[in-house]
């Protein structure tokens, strides 16, 4: 069973951090692309895209909202995506879900259940 688990989610004040975790099994994670959406409050239907990395970390990409404060790495020793979050605000909260993609001939698209983060003064 593929299985992403995050983490790391809470409650901050702005101008905190928070750093993410997402934990990948069931699948291999070394030719995944990994992402982190986030799901702002009140809109069940939307998902925006706010960092994408290779499984290596060679290539990475960030949403405009997220350069310059937020940073995804991976850890592939331990099948691990994370998203440093910095000088976060009001406009961060949201429910962050990790994605795994795979291509031909590894193809898959799996999703965590999110966790929860909440700024707020």
């Known amino acids: 069973q593929v299985q992403l688990v995050e983490s790391g989610g809470g409650s901050v004040q702005p101008g905190g951090s928070l750093t993410l975790s997402c934990v990948v099994s069931?699948?291999?994670?070394?030719?995944?692309?990994l992402s982190w959406y986030r799901q702002p409050p009140g809109k069940e239907r939307e998902r925006e895209l706010v960092a994408t990395t290779t499984a290596s970390g060679g290539t990475v990409t960030y949403a405009d909202s997220a350069k310059g404060r937020f940073t995804i790495s991976t850890d592939t020793s331990r099948s691990t995506v994370y998203l440093q979050m910095n000088r976060l605000g009001l406009e961060d909260t949201g429910v962050y879900y990790c994605n795994g993609k795979g291509d031909w001939p590894y193809g898959g698209d799996f999703w965590g259940h999110g966790t929860q983060v909440t700024v707020t003064s």
């Open positions: 069931g699948f291999r994670f070394d030719v995944l692309t």
